[in-house]
């Protein structure tokens, strides 16, 4: 090391480059001279280390010391988490950023970056922002630039371990070193070490309160170079609480002008006396005077701010002392006469003033109050500070006389004598602390200023009654005490901002001097704490961006002007003041296209802060609606937020979202699996037998028994599913009935059994193998799998359905295994190519047993002879396809040379047919054949398709009912048959296994998901078929889907995650409960909970489709190999697998399981198990269910106790006959009357969120009530469909209905608040629900907010009162909420009801959307027959504008006379007549929504337009219903009204015939159609013997005129 002494002359260069290249820490000084400069920095550094240090001392020193900082804390910066830290270096100007740019980056290692304006740093996001933090472990920038970071939450300190503050004397006003620290580093939780730097001027400007603001802003300590300042402080842990009194009443005008010209008049009396004497005299004069001024003084300030008792107290000593003094001269005692007449004329006028309200203060009411509490408490030692001596000795006086404090020692310690003046012994300092280690509670009075240092008391509770001014009396205040730690109770007014400003402000700053950094976060909970009651900044917990009431006013404008938009129009706020009483208040206006209109701000003596107030207030609520995002950047987007970490980048659509389609896995189910195929002894398994029930007596099935390696659950292993078949249902049973032992050889029959009739039935038996067809059961490869292994055989029927007796029937299964045998023996004659005819192989028969037989009586089978009568109903297999047939019967008088069924023209006989397309030689072509069923796909039978209402659900293409094509019967000559032992009972008890072996595995797959989510939360009795109905989709298309739950669990997640984060964060305000709420229950949140538990893989998402469906040994014929790269069944969460793409297939499985869904799902089924486990289990359930996914929901009862006592605290005396008339209305006693008062305080009245109010039992009182309500639809609608549900709860849990609930209750006379303009709302509204008949409002009308607030407030109030007994609020609330929206009474939303109304008219709305710059703009058209109407309506969404325009069509139409009302009436009319004009089941084609016209359709036109293009339909279906429904298709599509039919009856005495029906009556109908614009079309239709037939012939009359006239072209059929 080159420090030698050479170098000693630039001693501080040589030590810069000596630190900088030697390890670190400073190595021991190795120069043998003591260099100072050497040293200095050694103890810097050191110190620095330490603790947060401002050093003050030439620029090297500094530097170098935050240069080895920097290396050693880089070395570092990586904590135990994981996460990288940051370093930032701070200094003033962009010169400097440069030049530290250079110098740090040229002595470390670490990535090292600079920031400045020029570089755009402006205008860069969160993303760019992210990179760089990333990217770099030295930030080097102006401080500008890290506070606009820092309040737009790109940077947050917490990321920070270590901060520089160059040229830090800076720091101070508003320049950006103060606002960092200020808003951001004092509101931190976890602090970077600081270390500033500063060279201060020579001259001592600076005061010693300049370095002391300084040391506290940066949270430091001074440190000259060559003195150490250093401040020792020690505070002990304290509970701090405040208590919050109102703003004292003026005193009336009246009382004081008279006191006010008492004072004048006595003074110029005294006066008067004072001129009329000189030398002692007129001094005595002067001072009695004197004293009058100063009495005078003292009693309006105990009027105006402690209540009469107590002046009234000041003038009672004064009277006392007055009458002591003798006189001396005759002047002057006529002046002490005056004197004490004014004394005695001013008590006159107190005591006539002294209303009782006015008796006590708030203030002193408060402090009383709290003294009371602690009447039974002997250990009780108060100490109150009191800001005058006065004060402290005249509340003393008051107290003594009251009787509950007699027990108390009262004294009180002023600075001055005067104390006995009052009659009271002034307190020495011993008397005091003999007083306090008397047996007696005691109370002492003190002024901040009383010199006397007290002595350390043993101090229960310390008490500011009147405010610390400045540090020193905060220090005063928070002398050491010993003992318990004291409770500090500060006083505060209410909405007094700059008072809470006062003391926040002391108290940070003495804390912020008491502790260094190493000595953590001492004091920090109590800065909090005041922080969040004063509330004057809002952060976005999520990303830490805040916005301060004194940054909230730019913010404010900046919306503003981003509001302006391309058009460069400048929108500007705009402020008005209201004098509201003695206290300001400012209304904000802002531009018309703003998120809101107005908003009126919280009270504030001074206008700046009005103003700065109602800014804060407007940032938080446009941040709230979205309006700004979670950066606080004004965002344009109307759209819900969405959560930007997670968005996948070049995908818009975020995760959750309907949009977004994702590719995921499907789990398998476990229990179907086995491990027996290749087992080479006794294979065990769990029998269930199922059991089919016809309800046509005569269908026989036989019985089957499925076996299973793994037991089931109770409820999944026995059930009753019921199958729907074409014409007949048949119920199957299944039930466990022991455990089953086979053997390998039997094991191998089983599967033989299984691999023939599921393949002859459902699959195929042949096989192309390398070009050459196979029979199935000579390839090598096994058709089991053992992801799909079980054994589905036939048993004996029983009649009893329960029967446990269980008998495999080994017959039919032998019989398999031989034609099996037969089969593959006789293979050889399928694989022959069809064209080596001549060489034709003959059947080898395995039997010839009934040969004997006559010839005629016996049929020759492939396998066998039968006689005639054995035929029916035998299950067969055609030897050369493989397929299974059942006989019917045999065609008499035919035989193999009859014409054949199929291609006649190329194959004239049966013979010619299997001779030349299968080369058979036909050995018996005399034998008739035979007529056959024929096997067929198996169908969906879980659904009963024959419900009309059913099949309107289903997607176009999937399979149901109506594509079962007609039952098809085929010819065959008997020898290709091959004979089993099989009758037709245990082939249509084939048919029926697919769809129930779907539903078990269905319900298996429910059941498995149960116990994944047992294992780790615990057992809770959820049903598996509650479980299965969460996981299915409405896709699906089964009798159950998720919706209801889903709805269910909605409310069940709002209501856990609120109760919560109510309980977890007593502190918070409603905005950021609810903002940290919705961050948790969003769609992104859910769906990322949900794939966090792999969730996606259990949900089933398509309609069951049986032709995939395959039993174990069975070949797919329905293969879909996997297109979708991927080897693993499992889809990881990748990008690449997800897409917005709309033309995907949702559902579609792949033969690996891969489907692509809709990533909504997910979250709708996360939400749809939490309904089922609390419908299971209750809210345990669900929330156990919650941990499991991973969402925090827990109560911790604890905290409820904690929240009922914070709420105790309120005094409710006041109101306590206010209280009491409330809780006789709910008929609930509160047992902590507290929470009611809470519940029913306006913020209006508690001012800037001090004290308490209502909106936190709001956000709680709401989603109680939401599941409430909720449940109890849920519970009492069970049939109602999802959409009605969502309806009802949106009718029934919204503010307007909340609001009519509270009128009609009166609970709105309880509402404490205080603001002209709620009056005015609130007397309105009771007046408009006055004159209500219903429950429900005009649409356009809406209920004061506050109104439904405070119904919900009081919910929440009786929850937490009744420690979260959900029970019994719903106990209170039901007979409130009543009568609870039923089906029948739900008043629609505008377009539905538009839409149902027009439906029923039979009109047709057009609707058309238009989307200009994120506001949709929706037209809606409706054509009646003599004119057009039109809405028009425009909102953030599609339905919202569609409302709108819904509403104002309504409007136009009810003028017209047309209502629903009227709509009503008239379908009365029709019904009481008898002659309905439409037929029901088509007159009102149900559709979800109208017809949708692209927008460059002009519907205006529309008449032009029918000429230019006249429809085409397409070939009219002439069954029964055809004519009648193309001709209203045309209507609907042309938008002309409905049609109208008349029909005309006649009756014959003798049948007659019309077409091919005889009857007595025969109909004829008449058709009327008016074409708006166009003409009145007339038709009568031809006679039919029914009227609906008469209608089809009216109609089709109709579309040919419609033809004939050029409105319409028919299409011809092919
Ligand atoms: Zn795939």
């Avoid at 029930?693 to 659950?713: G, M, R």
């Avoid at 505008?1390 to 959307?1409: M, T």
């Avoid at 379908?1467 to 089941?1481: F, V």
Wanted: net charge neutral; glycine share 6%; with cysteine.
């Amino acid at each position: 090391m080159e420090s030698g002494e050479g170098t000693k002359r630039n001693p501080l260069k040589r030590t810069f480059e000596q630190f900088i290249s030697s390890s670190i820490p400073v190595p021991q000084s190795s120069s043998m001279d003591c260099d100072d400069e050497s040293h200095q920095v050694k103890g810097l550094y050191e110190l620095a280390m330490a603790r947060n240090v401002v050093a003050v001392s030439k620029a090297g020193v500094a530097k170098m010391v935050a240069l080895m900082m920097i290396k050693q804390i880089g070395e570092a910066l990586v904590d135990s988490n994981g996460d990288k830290k940051l370093i930032a270096f701070l200094t003033p100007t962009v010169d400097l950023v440069h030049k530290q740019h250079k110098e740090i980056k040229s002595h470390t290692n670490l990535r090292v970056e600079a920031y400045f304006g020029a570089r755009g740093v402006d205008g860069w996001d969160a993303d760019a922002w992210a990179k760089e933090i990333n990217d770099h472990d030295v930030l080097i920038m102006t401080p500008q630039i890290f506070l606009n970071s820092l309040r737009k939450g790109y940077m947050s300190l917490e990321r920070l371990r270590f901060i520089v503050l160059d040229e830090c004397h800076q720091t101070t006003g508003n320049h950006p070193y103060a606002l960092i620290m200020k808003e951001f580093y004092h509101q931190s939780k976890r602090r970077p070490k600081v270390f500033g730097m500063t060279a201060f001027p020579e001259n001592k400007k600076d005061s010693e309160d300049r370095l002391r603001e300084l040391e506290s802003l940066l949270d430091s300590q001074l440190y000259g170079v060559d003195n150490t300042i250093q401040v020792d402080h020690y505070i002990a842990e304290e509970r701090m609480i405040c208590r919050f009194y109102d703003r004292p009443q003026p005193l009336d005008p009246v009382t004081r002008a008279e006191l006010e010209s008492l004072e004048l008049k006595f003074d110029a009396v005294l006066l008067n006396c004072q001129n009329s004497c000189d030398g002692v005299e007129q001094e005595k004069c002067q001072s009695l005077r004197d004293r009058l001024a100063r009495n005078h003084e003292k009693i309006l300030f105990c009027l105006d701010n402690l209540g009469t008792v107590c002046a009234h107290e000041v003038v009672k000593g004064r009277i006392e002392k007055v009458c002591e003094v003798q006189n001396e001269c005759r002047v002057y005692n006529g002046c002490v006469t005056q004197y004490r007449a004014y004394l005695r004329e001013v008590l006159s006028v107190i005591e006539r003033s002294s209303a009782a309200a006015r008796q006590q203060s708030s203030k002193l009411h408060s402090l009383l109050e709290y003294l009371k509490s602690l009447r039974r408490d002997t250990e009780a030692h108060c100490i109150i500070f009191v800001e005058r001596s006065m004060t402290a000795k005249v509340i003393a006086r008051v107290v003594k006389k009251i009787p509950d404090f007699s027990h108390f020692n009262i004294s009180y310690l002023t600075e001055s004598n005067e104390a006995s003046a009052v009659g009271i012994s002034p307190t020495s300092e011993i008397g005091v602390s003999e007083s306090y280690y008397g047996n007696k509670a005691s109370i002492l009075f003190r002024t901040y200023a009383s010199k006397k240092r007290a002595h350390p008391f043993k101090c229960s509770s310390v008490i500011c009654f009147d405010l610390p001014k400045t540090s020193g009396e905060y220090n005063q205040s928070r002398q050491r005490t010993f003992g318990e730690d004291p409770l500090y109770i500060t006083f505060i007014e209410r909405g007094n901002v700059e008072s809470l400003n006062q003391i926040s402000h002391i108290i940070q700053k003495e804390d912020s001097m008491s502790h260094t950094a190493a000595a953590g976060d001492l004091g920090d909970s109590r800065v909090k704490d005041l922080a969040t009651d004063i509330n004057l900044e809002y952060v976005v917990e999520s990303t830490g961006a805040s916005v301060t009431i004194g940054s909230s006013i730019s913010l404010v404008h900046r919306y503003c002007q981003k509001l302006g938009g391309k058009t460069q129009s400048i929108q500007m706020p705009k402020f008005e003041t209201l004098n509201d009483g003695w206290m300001l208040r400012t209304k904000l206006t802002l531009p018309r296209n703003a998120a809101f209109e107005t908003i009126i701000g919280p009270e504030a003596h001074e206008s700046k802060l009005s103003k700065q107030l109602v800014c804060l207030e407007a940032c938080k609520k446009l941040h709230t609606m979205g309006a700004l995002d979670d950066h606080l950047v004004p965002s344009m987007k109307v759209l819900p937020k969405i959560n930007s970490n997670s968005i996948v980048k070049g995908l818009a659509s975020a995760p959750g979202s309907t949009k977004r389609k994702e590719l995921h896995g499907s789990v398998s189910v476990r229990l179907m699996s086995g491990t027996w195929r290749d087992k080479l002894d006794t294979a065990v398994f769990y029998a269930y037998k199922m059991h089919f029930v016809c309800n046509i007596a005569q269908q026989k099935f036989s019985s089957f028994v499925l076996l299973l390696e793994t037991k089931l659950d109770d409820d999944v292993g026995n059930v009753d599913v019921e199958l729907y078949l074409l014409s007949k249902f048949v119920k199957a049973s299944i039930f466990y009935c022991g455990q089953v032992y086979l053997d390998v050889e039997k094991v191998a029959q089983a599967k033989c059994f299984q691999e023939l009739l599921f393949n002859g039935l459902f699959g195929k038996m042949f096989v192309k193998s390398s070009g050459v067809r196979q029979l199935l059961f000579q390839s090598e490869e096994s058709l089991w799998d053992p992801s799909n292994m079980y054994l589905l055989l036939p048993v004996e029927t029983t009649d009893k359905a329960s029967d446990g007796d269980l008998t495999i029937n080994w017959t039919a299964i032998q019989s398999c295994v031989s034609t099996v045998e037969f089969l593959k023996n006789n293979a050889l004659l399928n694989t022959r190519n069809a064209n080596e005819v001549g060489s034709s192989p003959s059947i080898i028969p395995s039997d010839s047993g009934v040969a004997e037989l006559n010839d005629s009586q016996v049929i020759h089978l492939a396998n066998r002879s039968v006689p005639l009568d054995d035929l029916k109903e035998m299950v067969v297999v055609a030897i050369h396809t493989g397929r299974i047939y059942t006989i019917l019967k045999v065609v008499a008088d035919s035989s193999s040379e009859s014409q054949f069924d199929g291609d006649a023209t190329r194959y004239p006989t049966f013979a010619t047919y299997y001779r030349e397309k299968y080369g058979i030689a036909l050995k018996y072509p005399g034998q008739p054949v035979l007529l056959l069923k024929q096997s067929h796909n198996s169908h969906n039978l879980l659904v009963d398709f024959r419900d009309e209402g059913m099949s309107l659900k289903t997607e176009p293409g999937s399979v149901k009912g109506q594509n079962r094509k007609p039952q098809q019967h085929a010819h065959m000559p008997p020898e290709l048959l091959v004979g089993t032992d099989l009758r037709t009972d245990i082939s249509k008890s084939m048919y029926l296994l697919p769809s129930l072996m779907h539903r078990l595995e269905s319900l298996m797959l429910a059941s498995q998901l149960r116990e994944e989510i047992s294992r780790h939360a615990g057992h809770f009795n959820v049903s598996s078929s509650l479980i299965l109905e969460a996981l299915t989709t409405q896709r699906c298309c089964e009798n159950f889907s998720m919706e209801r739950l889903e709805l269910l669990g909605d409310s069940v997640l709002k209501y856990a995650v609120t109760c919560h984060l109510f309980l977890k964060n007593p502190k918070s305000h409603e905005g950021h409960l609810s903002s940290q709420r919705s961050r948790i229950v969003c769609n992104a949140s859910l769906h990322k909970f949900g794939t966090g538990r792999k969730l996606q893989e259990y949900i089933r998402d398509c309609p069951f489709d049986p032709r995939r469906w395959t039993a174990p040994g069975q070949l797919s014929i329905w293969p879909t190999p996997c297109n979708h790269e991927l080897d693993t069944k499992e889809v990881p969460l990748d990008e690449r697998f997800f897409s917005e793409d709309t033309t995907l297939t949702i559902g579609k499985t792949c033969d690996k399981g891969h489907r692509w869904m809709g990533s909504k799902t997910i979250s709708d089924c996360v939400e749809a198990l939490l309904g089922a486990y609390f419908v299971g289990g209750g809210l345990v359930a669900a929330i156990g269910f919650m941990k499991w996914l991973g969402i925090e929901g827990e109560f911790d009862p604890s905290l409820i106790h904690d929240s009922i006592k914070a709420a105790s605290l309120y005094s409710y005396a006041p109101k306590a006959e206010e209280i009491a008339t409330l809780e006789a209305k709910l008929g609930y006693d509160f047992t902590t009357k507290g929470l009611l008062l809470e519940a029913i305080t306006h913020e209006s009245i508690s001012g800037l969120h001090v004290g308490h109010s209502y909106e936190r039992l709001e956000f709680l009182g709401d989603a109680v009530l939401d599941i409430l309500i909720t449940r109890y639809l849920y519970d009492n609608h069970g049939n109602l469909d999802p959409g009605e549900l969502t309806d009802l709860r949106s009718a029934s849990v919204n503010n307007d209905n909340f609001a009519i609930v509270a009128v009609r209750h009166k609970f709105h006379p309880h509402l404490l608040f205080s603001s002209s303009s709620l009056q005015v709302e609130i007397s309105a509204f009771i007046e408009l629900v006055s004159q209500l008949s219903g429950n429900v409002l005009a649409p356009d009308t809406k209920g004061p907010k506050v109104l439904g607030d405070l119904v919900e407030s009081i919910a929440g109030a009786v929850l937490v009162d009744s420690k979260l007994d959900l029970d019994r609020v719903w106990k209170v609330f039901e007979p409130i909420l009543s009568p609870i929206v039923t089906p029948d009474k739900l008043e629609l939303p505008p377009s539905r009801e538009l839409i149902e109304l027009c439906d029923s008219l039979g009109y047709f709305v057009k609707q058309q959307f238009t989307t200009n710059e994120g506001v949709v703009h929706a037209d809606l058209k409706l054509q009646l027959e003599d004119r057009l109407l039109e809405g028009q309506g425009s909102g953030p969404t599609r339905k919202a504008a569609k409302g709108m325009a819904a509403l104002q069509l309504l409007k136009k139409l009810e003028s017209t006379g047309i209502s629903s009302s009227s709509k009503l009436n008239n379908g009365d009319k029709d019904n009481a007549s008898g002659e309905s004009i439409t037929e029901p089941s088509i007159s009102a084609p149900k559709q979800d929504k109208p017809f949708e016209l692209q927008p460059e359709t002009s519907s205006a036109a529309a008449s032009d337009s029918c000429k230019t293009n006249i429809p085409v339909l397409p070939p009219i279906n002439m069954r029964k219903g055809g004519p009648r429904t193309a001709l209203y298709d045309v209507c609907r599509k042309e938008q002309w009204p409905m049609p109208a039919f008349q029909t005309t009856e006649k009756s014959f005495r003798t049948a007659i015939k019309l077409g091919d029906t005889m009857g007595f009556n025969s109909y004829k109908s008449q058709i009327n159609l008016v074409i708006p614009g166009f003409d009145k079309i007339e038709v009568t239709g031809e006679e039919r013997a029914d009227k609906k037939s008469s209608f089809d012939s009216a109609a089709l009359t109709m579309l040919l005129e419609l033809e004939r006239r050029g409105k319409i072209a028919i299409g011809v059929a092919k």
